[in-house]
């Protein structure tokens, strides 16, 4: 008999087997690919690894201004392909280890749930049954398709989502995609840079979901300076071949793409695992938890992009940590006051808490203060010609931090410290005297915060 079965190895599955482990529970983790789930596979690791190829490219062809002259700088797909595959198998190895070092048992198969009595669980795989107390669920998501004519009938020969694209070997003189979100810009930043012609069709008003309008449009016209073209406000009607064809302020038009990139949001993996079983609660294709990651049933615990919501591997891992100890009868409850939020493009974008809008929107008063990067001396230092933003807001009544919004290099590190004063509360007096190290570009906060008068 099992402490704890988890049905589901991506960052929500492994971690919370990890912890779990650690804490002297016996684990059984059912996993039917490769440990690490999407986000080590196929989303933010192998992504992270053609981005920086990309981004050293650009840098070389664009070192004169910095002194550096680089003659016949060329890209090479096929290496940065092969150098992804190897950084993703390492660290497939790092989390099997992991696994080893805390005994949790692995069970490399489909799992499936047979039945559920009030004081355990029964989980068929591969040709076993296996008992366990309790049960966590982290099956993940799927890409999301569309009804979109022709879309099915093309579904990975020329239409491709984040898995296939992440395995090209060329790169496609054209490149469209279909959904300006995360994964959409993050690729569409890769090829552009490395010798596409990309173009990008959007259904909102705006890139990127709720990104700060300012800093979308900024971020917009730094890929537009690329080349990169957009057309939002549209609605993709049909693919017929390379052809895709959609509306856009009543008229119709047509692009043609060598590769079509559809990227139009994930779904919760909650079908072929007999989750109807157990008789949790849906709603909306997700299932439904508590802040302690409990679902409907007792003992049956949900965590990661199963759950909707925020479908970011930094929230599973959380998640998967709130469960374990609500498991050990250890009081904890996932806070989402700072979940912080990062486009990995050139240059990268990254936000927590709040925008001015969701401020208004709550009817809470705010007050903001917005500087350019320049005013942070590395950041004018190691960039040429950049148009980076940092924008800090305050709650005007208790005088903390709102929200924080930049554009900038290294704003994926920078933003962790902005999410601690948020979660902790802090004034602008207690943040005035936090001593940042000089030069960083993170100085941009603290430049910020002097901005506004106690």
């Known amino acids: 008999m099992y402490d704890v079965l988890i049905i589901g190895g991506g960052p929500g599955g492994y971690i919370a ?20 789930g999407v986000c080590l596979n196929e989303g933010c690791i192998p992504s992270k690894a053609l981005l920086n190829s990309s981004k050293l490219y650009s840098h070389a062809k664009d070192s004169s201004a910095f002194g550096i002259t680089s003659e016949n700088v060329s890209f090479d797909p096929s290496r940065v392909i092969k150098r992804k595959r190897k950084v993703v198998k390492k660290l497939v190895a790092g989390v099997a280890q992991a696994m080893k ?47 979109i004519e022709g879309v099915r009938e093309h579904l990975g020969s020329n239409v491709i989502t984040n898995r296939e694209i992440l395995e090209l070997e060329d790169v496609p003189e054209k490149l469209v995609v279909i959904g300006g979100g995360v994964i959409g810009l993050e690729m569409a930043c890769y090829y552009q840079t490395v010798g596409s012609q990309v173009t990008v069709i959007e259904m909102l008003d705006h890139i990127a979901g709720n990104i700060d309008p300012e800093i979308g ?15 939002l406000n549209a609605r993709v ?22 590769k079509i990139l559809l990227s139009t949001g994930r779904r919760p993996v909650t079908q072929g695992y007999g989750l109807e079983k157990l008789g949790v609660e ?12 409990e679902t409907s049933v007792p003992h049956v615990y949900a965590v990661g992009d199963v759950v909707g919501g925020y479908m970011l591997a930094h929230v599973a891992y959380r998640e998967g940590e709130v469960a374990v100890n609500n498991i050990l009868n250890i009081n904890d409850r996932m806070s989402t ?7 990995y493009t050139d240059p990268e974008v990254a936000w927590v808490g ?43 009544k208790t005088n903390t931090l709102a929200g924080v919004h930049i554009m900038s290099q290294y704003a994926s590190e920078i933003i962790l410290a902005c999410g601690v004063m948020i979660e902790e509360e802090m004034t602008l007096e207690e943040m005035q005297k936090i001593i940042f190290p000089h030069p960083t570009v993170g100085e941009i906060v603290r430049e910020a915060l002097f901005k506004f008068e106690n």
């Open 101 to 147: 070092t805390s005994d949790v048992d692995v069970i490399a198969s489909e799992a499936e749930i047979e039945t559920a009595a009030a004081d355990h669980f029964v989980v068929s795989a591969g040709g076993e049954s296996f008992s366990g107390k309790n049960l966590i669920i982290a099956t993940g998501s799927e890409p999301l398709v569309p009804p």
């Open 354 to 396: 709040k925008s001015e809008q969701e401020m208004e929107s709550l009817g809470r008063e705010s007050k903001v203060v917005e500087l350019p990067m320049s005013f942070a001396g590395r950041y004018v230092a190691e960039t040429e010609r950049g148009n980076g933003i940092c924008k800090v807001i305050l709650d005007a």
């Open 17 to 36: 087997a990890e912890r779990a482990g650690q804490a002297g529970l016996k684990v059984a983790l059912f996993e039917k690919n490769s440990l690490g």
């Open 237 to 258: 009607m049909s693919v017929s071949g390379n052809d895709v064809t959609f509306e856009q302020d009543g008229e119709t038009h047509t692009v043609t793409g060598d």
């Open 337 to 343: 006051a700072a979940i912080p939020s990062v486009i």
């Open 282 to 293: 849906v709603e909306r294709g997700a299932i439904v938890v508590n802040d302690k990651c």
């Open 217 to 231: 449009k900024r971020l917009q016209a730094v890929y537009e300076k690329q080349g990169m073209k957009f057309h």
